[in-house]
């Protein structure tokens, strides 16, 4: 790719230095320095310099001398100034004509040039030379052959000055084409691409060396929102092509491997001066994850609305039969309606206690007590707990006689167990039958919460983890569930350093585990998350 790797501008700081170098010696003058104009002309200010036979620090004490008198400029093109003899002794070049000249005694008498370089663009700069006093060459002389250099070397600069700016654009373009967070992928009028990022390399998986010179839609194989593949007609370049503007285009792509992703597109394009397109750009952003979080808002209003709007209808049901006057109910019947109101309100109070929980998880962290904790007795509790609320569920302990302790926060691993265990119940139609199993490994320790139930579609095990996510064959049931609890227990587990992970099969049963640092072995756990 040309624009991404430019030319280094070295080639023209030695051109600079030809030119420089040839009019010193035209002008008759040993070695020089030459000092680019700034935008306004300011010799002060200039920093720039192309040095002729002097050294860099040479060159810095001449500029400090000559700073102090008079400068050339458009009303005074040249001035002439003897150079002291204290500055001469400290030149190399002077030294070495004076070894040269084999005469121990004097240094020669130099004076320094100074030529206003200009052309009818403006200032270019000031040349400097050194030259012996009093030396005049004819060309000099003549007034014409001092302007007639001045003139040439003004338009040699100015050609390398205008080339350096190219290049320095085409580094500033390359650096903003290579960084570019955005895809951007430029192609000729036959559609076949010729620049193609590492932004565009990342988001297909291609490499540029791969695609350049092919059809770009052959490479892309764009398709619209729908899935239909866009025919050429539909192509963003040629409509940038034909003059149309194409800005936040949604579109499909597929990758290298094989995988489909929405894309925001904007093309242009870049017109000759007789007006005909010559390359088409098209820059492109990833959106899946925008889509994904509209699409995770709008399952959160249906999913909450849904679970809120449930036990109030619940609850408004049973307070109207009971508010009305002509009721009639004996104790039991009574009692049995109260008990439904309080277990309605109790589900509404977990359900909002779940979306705080929830929204202190992603406001960034949650406050932990991690202490030393035998796993073995809290399961049991647990457990023991959850036989006397469900009493019809078939709950099995499989705990070893000896677990070595983990680092946890007590309250926090007793809510991860009680969503575990309360989900098999959940999600075992008819007689649930769970298992909570407990094993040590060499770092960790693992509990498992087994069950034989609905179990989950292996294409949905990994997303029951985030917030909101419910599996189909729960959604098309009648069984209720906000999606907020192995959310809230992944981020639980994690933040402990462990991981937490299903293994299911449709219809046959689920297990879920999740594993813990042992005490000896634990890193400190991680509070933010
Ligand atoms: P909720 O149960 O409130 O919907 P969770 O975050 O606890 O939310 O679970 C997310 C989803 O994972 C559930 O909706 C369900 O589809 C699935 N799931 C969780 N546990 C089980 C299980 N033991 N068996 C089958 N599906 C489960």
Excluded at 133 to 155: C, I, K, R
Excluded at 350 to 367: D, E, F, K, M
Aim: hydrophobic share 45%.
């Amino acid at each position: 790719m040309s624009w991404s790797q430019p030319h280094h501008s070295e080639e023209l700081s030695v051109q600079m230095t030809i030119l420089v170098g040839s009019a010193i010696r035209l002008l008759g003058g040993l070695a020089g320095v030459f000092v680019l104009a700034n935008e306004a002309f300011d010799p002060q200010s200039s920093s720039e310099y192309t040095l002729y036979q002097l050294l860099e620090e040479e060159a810095a004490l001449l500029l400090s001398h000559i700073r102090e008198r008079a400068q050339p400029g458009p009303a005074r093109p040249l001035v002439v100034d003897p150079l002291p003899s204290s500055l001469t002794a400290q030149l190399s070049m002077a030294n070495s004509l004076f070894e040269d000249e084999g005469t121990p005694t004097r240094l020669p008498a130099l004076e320094r040039c100074s030529v206003f370089v200009a052309d009818p663009a403006g200032a270019v700069g000031v040349l400097h030379y050194l030259r012996f006093a009093s030396l005049l060459t004819p060309l000099v002389t003549a007034g014409e052959g001092q302007s007639l250099v001045s003139a040439q070397l003004a338009a040699g600069l100015r050609a390398a000055l205008r080339a350096q700016t190219l290049v320095k654009e085409q580094q500033r373009l390359g650096a903003i084409f290579e960084q570019s967070a955005e895809g951007i992928l430029s192609v000729d009028v036959a559609l076949r691409i010729l620049d193609f990022n590492p932004a565009m390399e990342r988001l297909t998986g291609w490499h540029e060396h791969e695609v350049v010179g092919r059809f770009y839609g052959e490479v892309l194989r764009p398709k619209d929102r729908q899935g239909h593949e866009l025919g050429l007609q539909g192509s963003p370049i040629l409509q940038a092509f034909a003059g149309q503007r194409v800005v936040e285009r949604e579109m499909m792509i597929v990758a290298r491997d094989g995988q489909q992703f929405s894309v925001s597109v904007n093309a242009s394009c870049i017109f000759s001066a007789h007006g005909e397109p010559t390359i088409g750009i098209l820059t492109m952003r990833d959106i899946t994850r925008e889509r994904a979080q509209e699409e995770q808002r709008s399952t959160f209003i249906s999913v909450i609305s849904h679970e809120l709007q449930t036990p109030i209808a619940i609850i408004k049901g049973y307070a109207s039969t009971l508010a009305r006057s002509d009721a009639v109910l004996n104790p039991e019947a009574l009692h049995i309606r109260l008990k439904a109101v309080e277990e309605e309100a109790d589900r509404l109070n977990a359900l909002v206690g779940n979306l705080l929980y929830a929204s202190r998880i992603q406001a960034g962290g949650l406050h932990m007590e991690i202490t030393p904790l035998d796993l073995a007795p809290l399961i049991e509790r647990v457990v023991q707990r959850m036989r006397v609320r469900v009493p019809e569920a078939v709950i099995t302990l499989d705990l070893p006689a000896h677990l070595p302790t983990v680092l946890a926060d007590r309250e926090r691993i007793t809510e991860v167990l009680q969503n575990l265990l309360e989900n098999a119940r959940k999600y075992s139609p008819g007689q649930a039958q769970i298992t909570a199993a407990c094993r040590a490994m060499a770092d960790e320790v693992i509990v498992s919460i087994s069950d034989r139930g609905m179990g989950i579609a292996l294409r949905e095990q990994e997303s029951i983890f985030e917030r909101f996510q419910r599996a189909d064959q729960a959604t098309q049931s009648t069984i209720q569930g906000a999606g907020l609890g192995l959310y809230i227990c992944r981020a639980i587990v994690e933040a402990h350093g462990g991981r937490i992970w299903v293994e299911s099969t449709l219809h046959s049963g689920s297990t879920f585990s999740f594993s813990l640092p042992r005490e000896e072995k634990a890193q400190l756990p991680m509070v933010v998350f």
